[in-house]
């Protein structure tokens, strides 16, 4: 898998949500953001920067902090926890994660800390956020390889209903003017696209170990047939929030 062309992908998925909801937290005011789980840095690196904000990525994987900051080298990184973020209270206008919380052990904890570094009124926005048990797989013959794909996110750590407990994680911990919703979907008819390669690079790599190469290779071109004739629908609900200090 090559992960950075996969966050670039995610990252494509909601430019047009985090362009709203960076305007409705007021980045453009902003003189000090964190990205929690920033990977390779591909949301980062769509950030323009007017005002010269100091912005800062996190992540625990040092392999693709090294790409970040390559990538990035007026952006500051530190490898480490988002359970323990190694900041000081009131750090941040903003703090965010994107498509990440669903691989922390404790989310709760995880925000709650993203809201420690902010300061009093910043801003803490979780931009994607999937629900496998709502996803949607037709022809019928793809059911079966989504739930296979929901247990195996499971089994390598990840919480596939991380998307419905978003809104009231925000509401626990007392965010105020929260937001929150589902993206949207829209498909184009026999799309072709890198997307579609790349989603199944990811059935691939996550169904490894549980379906066999010759039936993968059967149902991949069942998928292509399926997108060429319109028939096609993969649907993953996938939820936002974000809230005020």
């Known amino acids: 898998m090559d992960w950075h062309q996969r966050y670039i992908q995610q990252a ?9 909801l960076f305007n409705q937290a007021g980045l453009e005011n902003a003189h000090s953001i964190l990205e929690v789980g920033c990977g390779t840095g591909a ?20 392999q693709g902090l090294k790409l ?4 990035l080298p007026t952006n500051q990184f530190i490898c480490g926890n988002a359970q323990r973020l190694p900041y ?25 800390e993203m809201q420690r570094v902010v300061r009093p009124d ?43 407990q978003l809104a009231h994680l925000f509401t626990k911990l007392g965010f105020k003017e929260i937001e929150t919703g589902v993206l949207g979907a829209q498909w184009k008819a026999a ?6 390669e790349s989603e199944w690079r990811v059935l691939r790599h ?11 290779d059967d149902l991949q071109s069942l998928d292509m047939q399926a997108r060429n004739n319109g028939s096609r629908v993969l649907y993953v609900p996938t ?3 974000w809230g005020r200090k």
């Open 12 to 20: 494509r998925w909601t430019a047009a949500l985090r362009r709203y």
């Open 43 to 62: 949301v980062l690196g769509e950030l323009s920067n007017p005002n010269r904000m100091v912005i800062h990525g996190l992540d625990i994987d040092w």
């Open 68 to 71: 970040a900051a390559g990538n």
């Open 88 to 112: 000081q209270t009131a750090s941040f206008d903003l703090a965010f994660c994107h498509f990440f919380l669903l691989w922390v052990n404790d989310p709760e904890h995880a925000l709650q």
């Open 122 to 164: 910043g801003a803490v926005l979780a931009f994607a956020e999937p629900d496998y048990g709502g996803r949607i797989d037709y022809p019928e013959v793809f059911g079966e390889l989504g739930r296979k794909q929901t247990r195996a996110l499971h089994r390598q750590g990840a919480d596939p209903l991380m998307g419905r």
């Open 191 to 196: 799309d072709k696209s890198f997307d579609w």
């Open 206 to 216: 996550d169904l490894r170990e549980m379906v066999t190469e010759p039936v993968l």
């Open 239 to 241: 939820f936002y929030a």
